[in-house]
């Protein structure tokens, strides 16, 4: 029903149906995390952080005087999406930290664009300055651009997991998700 709707829309009303497909994209959804995924963040320590208009959820596990390790989610994810690596890292003797970015996970819901998370990992980078980043998706492209931010930052090792390479792709996503024409 939806697609139709924005099928017609899109037909008389380009202008319009943009407008209201930025404001879907600019509501990430929150998926469940697997029950593991649950447990793993049950034994960090969390804390909220303000970021903009948004408190965002902080999670850390292991010694804080430890090397660190910050990982960084995709759109729509969250840090339990890591979960499987924590107990690897802390075995390894990191000082691990995650972040639910805004509007995302357990942090506090609002519109938000791609560049205010861009600009969110950018702080959380700077702030944390970790010798490891583990990244996912729409995260690796923000600390991409964000260790740019930060050009004496010397990461040790960077593990970017399914990275896209084109924004492109997404825009093609929505617009065949939604049935709609390149005019929009």
Known sequence: M?????VFLNRFFP?????MITQIMASPRVRPLKDFEEEVLEKAHKERVPYQQFEVQQYSWGNP?????????GWEGRAGNFGALVAILLQKGYHVIAYDAPAHGKSSRGKLSMFQVLSFVSEMIGTHQPEILISHSFGSVCAAFSLADHPDLMIRQWYMVTTPNNFKDRINDMALKFGLTKST
């Open 2 to 6: 939806k697609k139709l709707l924005f």
């Open 15 to 19: 202008s319009v149906t943009a407008n």
């Open 65 to 73: 005087s430890h090397p660190k390790v910050l990982m960084i989610h």
